[in-house]
């Protein structure tokens, strides 16, 4: 069990639970089964991406995971929107988030949990009333997130918080963009660009072992070996091992190959670069 300290817990109940989280999320939230997760961007107007969400079906409820640095304004803008809505809005404040390494005897290391699916991988997040006793690991959260940010998770934060519509960050390829489900805030910005290919900035996700790791939103420059081009950085951390991952926007074209990484007055080469082509 790790503790994950940048992560908080929202519980969405009562009848209209699904349907509100539906009209206010870019992922098809009604379609889920019980036990069934997805992310989700939540948009404002201009398609630009809020928080990243991981939603699941438990139940008649919801339990989402998302930035602890975020939740309380989103919750509090998502209640402005609640209207006539029969939903519950919980932040689940003083609960531990736990990632879950491990297949099987969860029910032998925590009780009273909800653990929620990472798609498409084996890896849980626990959400339980429980505190941990122990101080944190923070080698172990690092690890983690040296993880998620490896596989194109970057849970934002206030500095990239409406910086960034979902095809730069490349939440397409995590399945928090469905295009064929009804509107939500944002919906016709960010259906537009996906259909007519209007995305200028790509995600990036670059290891590298520069000396210090850039802040979000910090101006990096990447090199193909015969131009530098320009990216700002929505996310990094630095592994136990030393190595550092960032995930950078650039209008660096996604065919071209990353070499090397120029912050502040040093020059890192490139040990590991992935980029998404988005449409």
Not at 5 to 31: E, K, W
Not at 49 to 54: D, G, I, T
Not at 234 to 239: F, N, P, S, V
Request: proline letters at 4%.
């Amino acid at each position: 069990m790790i503790e994950l300290t940048h992560l908080d817990a929202i519980s969405f109940s009562d009848a209209d639970a699904g349907s509100f989280l539906h009209s206010q999320l870019s992922a098809d939230v009604l379609s889920l089964d019980n036990g069934g997760s997805t992310f989700a961007c939540y948009c404002e107007p201009k398609g630009r991406v809020l928080a990243l969400m991981l939603v699941q079906k438990v139940n008649d409820a919801y339990m989402v995971i998302m930035s602890r640095n975020l939740a309380t304004p989103v919750v509090e803008r998502l209640k402005i929107y609640r209207m006539r809505s029969k939903v519950k809005i919980e932040n689940l404040e003083g609960y531990a988030i736990l990632g879950f390494l491990e297949r099987d005897a969860l029910e032998r290391e925590v009780n009273d949990v909800t653990a929620v699916q990472i798609p498409n991988h084996e890896e849980k997040i626990i959400v339980t009333p429980q505190k941990s006793m122990n101080a944190p690991d923070i080698d172990s959260q690092k690890d983690w997130k040296f993880s998620e940010l490896s596989r194109g998770i970057t849970w934002l934060n206030q500095e990239t918080s409406g910086e960034f519509l979902p095809q730069m960050l490349g939440f397409e390829e995590l399945g928090a963009v469905n295009y064929k489900k009804g509107c939500y805030p944002g919906q016709e910005i960010v259906a537009r660009t996906h259909y007519l290919g209007k995305v200028k900035r790509h995600p990036r996700i670059l290891k590298c072992k520069l000396e210090h790791c850039p802040k979000p939103m910090d101006k990096i420059r990447i090199s193909d070996g015969e131009q530098a081009y320009d990216a700002v950085v929505a996310d990094c951390e630095t592994g136990t091992d030393g190595c550092m991952c960032l995930l950078a926007i650039t209008r660096m074209e996604p065919g071209l190959e990353a070499l090397k990484i120029e912050y502040l007055d040093e020059v890192s080469d490139v040990l590991q670069a992935m980029s998404y082509t988005t449409e």
